[in-house]
């Protein structure tokens, strides 16, 4: 009987500490965002499953993101956020966010599709007046 307590311990610690010890699995992006020129483009990539330390990684369309004027990245244990203060159509594109810790990785996609303001709502609001 003593056996088998022991054993059932072991399987559990084992169930348990497997449940930790795994890739980084990120909660799902939109496949596309569409933002007015000028607005605020917010991104945040969340782990739901992990075991810690995660490292982010951003890119758009390939490139690594690195925290400038035009880019503010803010990171915590579990998940990382991409802000863009003015996005603006240059800046059109493939965003990924890319975790990982020494079990392996996981990434997920959005396409950010920005969009001008039509001159005819300028027209329209100028008639307006």
């Given at each position: 009987m003593c056996f088998l307590n022991l054993f059932c311990i072991f399987v559990i610690s084992s169930l348990v500490s497997l449940s930790f010890q795994q890739k980084p699995v990120l909660n799902n992006f939109p496949l596309v965002q569409?933002?007015?020129?000028?607005?605020?483009?917010?991104l945040?990539?969340?782990?739901?499953?992990g075991q810690t330390p995660i490292i982010f990684d951003w890119k758009r369309s390939g490139h690594k993101i690195v925290q400038d004027e035009n880019?503010?990245?803010?990171?915590?244990d579990l998940m990382s956020t991409?802000?863009?203060k003015n996005v603006s159509a240059k800046q059109s594109g493939n965003y990924t966010c890319l975790a990982?810790?020494?079990?392996?990785?996981?990434?997920q996609s959005s396409y950010?599709?920005?969009?001008?303001?039509?001159?005819?709502?300028?027209?329209?609001?100028?008639?307006?007046?």
């Amino acid at each position: 009987m003593c056996f088998l307590n022991l054993f059932c311990i072991f399987v559990i610690s084992s169930l348990v500490s497997l449940s930790f010890q795994q890739k980084p699995v990120l909660n799902n992006f939109p496949l596309v965002q569409n933002q007015r020129n000028g607005g605020r483009f917010v991104l945040t990539c969340a782990a739901s499953f992990g075991q810690t330390p995660i490292i982010f990684d951003w890119k758009r369309s390939g490139h690594k993101i690195v925290q400038d004027e035009n880019y503010q990245i803010n990171t915590e244990d579990l998940m990382s956020t991409l802000i863009i203060k003015n996005v603006s159509a240059k800046q059109s594109g493939n965003y990924t966010c890319l975790a990982s810790n020494e079990k392996g990785f996981d990434s997920q996609s959005s396409y950010l599709n920005v969009q001008s303001v039509s001159n005819n709502f300028f027209k329209f609001a100028f008639w307006l007046t």
